[in-house]
Nanobody, 121 residues
C-alpha cells in the first residue's frame, strides 16, 4: 500500500485545515487508517483513526470535538499554534483487537510522507 498526503500548509489561528491521504496498491487489505502528528524532538502523537470497513472513528484528546476523520482525510477546525506539527497518515492491514488497539502507532504498517501544518498569525 502506498500513501500520498496533501493539504498541509500555513493557516491562521482559528482557521480550519483539511488533510488528504490517497491510498493505492492493495487497498483491499486496509483495516484502519490513522492520523498522527509529531513536533521535532517529541514523540509522535495520536490524532484520530477510522475503521476502513464500517467508518467507526476514535479521536485523540488533541482532536476531539473539533475534527472529522474519514477514509477521505482529516479536517481540523479551530486550529491553534500548538497544532503546528508534521501530520502523518498511516494504514494498518492487521486484524487486531478492538478499535482502540489502533491508537498505538505500532499497529500500522504503512505511512505517508508527512504534511507540515503551521498555525501562525
Amino acid at each position: 500500500v502506498q500513501l500520498v498526503e496533501s493539504g498541509g500548509g500555513l493557516v491562521r489561528p482559528g482557521e480550519s485545515l483539511r488533510l488528504s491521504c490517497a491510498a493505492s496498491g492493495r487497498t483491499e487489505d486496509i483495516t484502519t487508517m490513522g492520523w498522527f502528528r509529531q513536533v521535532p524532538g517529541t514523540e509522535r502523537e495520536f490524532v484520530a483513526l477510522v475503521n476502513w470497513r464500517d467508518g467507526a472513528t476514535i479521536y485523540g484528546y488533541v482532536a476531539k470535538f473539533r475534527s472529522i476523520v474519514s477514509r477521505d482525510g482529516l479536517t481540523m477546525n479551530s486550529l491553534k499554534p500548538d497544532d503546528t506539527a508534521v501530520y502523518y497518515c498511516a494504514v494498518s492491514t492487521r486484524h487486531l483487537g478492538g478499535l482502540h488497539t489502533y491508537v498505538d502507532e505500532n499497529a500500522y504498517d504503512y505511512w505517508g510522507q508527512g504534511a507540515q501544518v503551521t498555525v501562525s498569525s
